[in-house]
């Protein structure tokens, strides 16, 4: 069993920057990818970036590439997602989650364990 804490969430203004931080507990974090995904108002769920347990295999969704960065520190248990430039349009929910056997890692479907979610404001 794994828990996901996310925090880092809050108010800023466009073209500032966030860092998200998921903490997860447990002693097989290095065993699990790790997910970003974003639930705006009104919208489904949607993926946002990805990273391997060893810190490879590193995906990002279009509109995330160049400006949001996923990095892990597996001695502390947690994933970050970094993210600069922001717009009114990330706003959102961000949730983490854990998946042991992500090979679609798009799909929230592979994904076993999540987080309650962080809110991201973005005022313009």
Not at 27 to 51: C, D, H, N
Not at 84 to 102: Q, R
Request: glycine share 14%.
């Amino acid at each position: 069993q794994v828990q996901l804490v996310e925090s880092g969430g809050g108010l800023v203004q466009a073209g500032g920057s966030l860092r998200l931080s998921c903490a997860a507990s447990g002693r097989t974090f290095s065993s699990y990818s790790m997910g970003w995904f974003l639930q705006a108002p009104g919208k489904e769920r949607e993926f946002v970036a990805s990273i391997g347990g060893g810190g490879g295999n590193i995906h990002f969704t279009a509109f995330a590439k160049g400006r949001f960065t996923i990095s892990r520190d597996n001695a502390k248990n947690t994933v970050y997602l970094q993210m600069n430039s922001l717009k009114p349009e990330d706003t959102a929910v961000y949730y983490c989650a854990a998946g042991f056997s992500v090979i679609l890692y798009r799909n929230q479907n592979q994904y076993d364990y999540w987080g309650q979610g962080t809110q991201v404001t973005v005022s313009s």
